[in-house]
Every structure is written in C-alpha cells, then in structure tokens.
C-alpha cells in the first residue's frame, strides 16, 4: 500500500504522474507473484482513453521494464517518432548519420505535385521532406549551447537531437513509402548496432528476449548442472550469482580433456585443446 502525506500527485503534470506509474510498476517494486499485469491492463485502457499507453522498453533477465508513450490508434493522423516517444538512449554517432543522409539522397527524385492553385509544380523528396519537417519542428539545433540553423538537410542531419533524426527518417519514408528504403535503414541500425527497427512503417526498439541456457542442449552432466543453476538465478533477477555460476562452467570447461589425456592434464593445455577444436584450429 502506497500512502501519500500531500497532494503531490494531484498537482504533478501528466509526464511526472506517468514516471510515477512506470516506477510502480517497475520488476525492482513490483511483486512478481501479485496480480500486477491485470492492474497494468486495466491503467494502459484508462491512460488510452487520454491518449497515452505503457509499453515494454526494456528487457531485464525474464522481466519487462515498461515506459509510457503517445497512444496513437492505426486509422489516426502520422505522428513522427518524437510525437511518441520521448527519448533515445543509444548513441547516434556521426557515421550513422551520414549513412542516413546518403540513403535519403539516394532515393530522392522529382516529381509533379499540384499546389493550391490546381497547377502541377516540380518537387523533389528531399524539398518535401524539409517542408514536412517545418510542420513538426524548426530545422535548427545546438551546438555549444547556442542554437543555429542548419544550413541545409544534411547540417540538420549531422548535429540534429536523436528524437528529430528519427523522425526525418519517419517522415521521408511517410512520403516516400518504399520498402527497399526500410531496409537501408534496418541495415545500418544492424551495422551501428543500433536496437531500432522499422516495423509498420514506424521506428520501434528492436527489443530481443535474453538467451534462455535451458535452450541450449548440454551432454555433459556437471556442465548441464551449473548451467541449469545459473540459468534459475538469471531469471530471478540475481545476475552476479547467475554470473558466477557461468564462470564455474568456463573452469569446468578448462579442464575438460584433462581426465583423458595425461600429456595434456594442465588447464592451459587442455584450454588450447578445446580452443582449436571450436574454432578448427585458425
């Protein structure tokens, strides 16, 4: 049970009311053996109704950490990525960014649009991408503290905030809508190691479930013993047990050829044993 002593949260704003939310139901608070995942569904249908959701923006060992982001419903106007979510941990280095600007040249082309006046005028992608930008934000950013205007797209590019490159890349594809674009794109969030995805046409974490070691098929008793253990630990949440027990299977391992070869019953010589074996002697 939670007991306010003031009306804190009656006064707070709707970003810090939902911080508060996420944190209550956060794996370190949350008890995992309640009924929290049915209060969950119950809050995420009351917070849709005002226009925002939970959604799972980490994966801890066998446990989801949840955020709050912008609802938007499938049949509602483009949002762009900053509309609905509100950050980016990961890097986005310079050599990302010049990969995206390069993409975004590449598929650029002319075209006839008609304007307000019925007459057909020539565009190209990349113009319309900066007018669609100026809907949403002005092509300026910081450096040093102090704010500039981008010369151009690609100055926007290269020095732009995350949340706004994200959305120059939304926002081209939404005018573009070209597969073979999302998977340029997929490819160097691949090649960066960036855990992003294009799926639906929208940027989403790209968010993979950890490795479960039960998975994994393991013929050597003792190995099978301490992986089982370390795999139990993990998916309490107890990490540095769990760790230790794996550093147990890498000694165990050392020795793995020391009770059949006498010549070789040191653990450095039957670690290069079994180094060459797995990686065929290279």
């Excluded at 310079?94 to 650029?108: D, G, H, P, T």
């Excluded at 910081?142 to 994200?166: M, Q, R, T, V, W």
């Amino acid at each position: 049970m939670l007991y306010l002593k003031d009306n804190t949260l009656g006064l707070c704003n709707d970003s810090e009311y939902l911080d508060f939310l996420c944190k209550f139901f956060h794996p370190g608070i949350r008890k995992e053996e309640s009924d929290w995942k049915i209060i969950l569904e119950k809050i995420n249908d009351l917070l849709k109704k005002d226009g925002y959701e939970f959604y799972i923006s980490e994966v801890m060992p066998g446990r989801n950490v949840y955020d709050w982001k912008i609802y938007i419903e499938n049949d509602q106007i483009f949002k762009p990525y900053s509309f609905r979510y509100k950050k980016i941990e990961e890097t986005l280095g310079k050599k990302f960014r010049e990969q995206v600007f390069q993409i975004l040249n590449s598929y650029n082309s002319n075209f006839y649009k008609q304007d307000e006046f019925g007459y057909n005028s020539y565009y190209d992608y990349i113009s319309l991408l900066e007018e669609e930008m100026l809907l949403f934000h002005k092509l300026e950013y910081y450096s040093n503290g102090i704010i500039k205007i981008a010369k151009n797209l690609e100055d926007f590019i290269l020095n732009c905030e995350k949340l706004k490159l994200f959305d120059v890349i939304e926002i081209f594809h939404n005018l573009k809508k070209s597969d073979s674009f999302t998977e340029h794109i997929n490819m160097q969030f691949k090649r960066f190691d960036i855990p992003y995805k294009f799926e639906n046409n929208l940027i989403v974490a790209n968010i993979e479930p950890p490795l479960k070691l039960s998975e994994i098929e393991i013929k050597e008793n003792g190995l099978k013993v301490l992986v089982d253990k370390s795999n139990k630990l993990y998916e309490k949440g107890e990490i540095w047990l769990a760790t230790q027990q794996i550093w147990a299977v890498f000694e165990r391992l050392k020795t793995y050829y020391a009770d059949y070869d006498d010549k070789r019953s040191e653990k450095s010589k039957s670690a290069n044993k079994l180094i060459n074996q797995i990686s065929f002697n290279e």
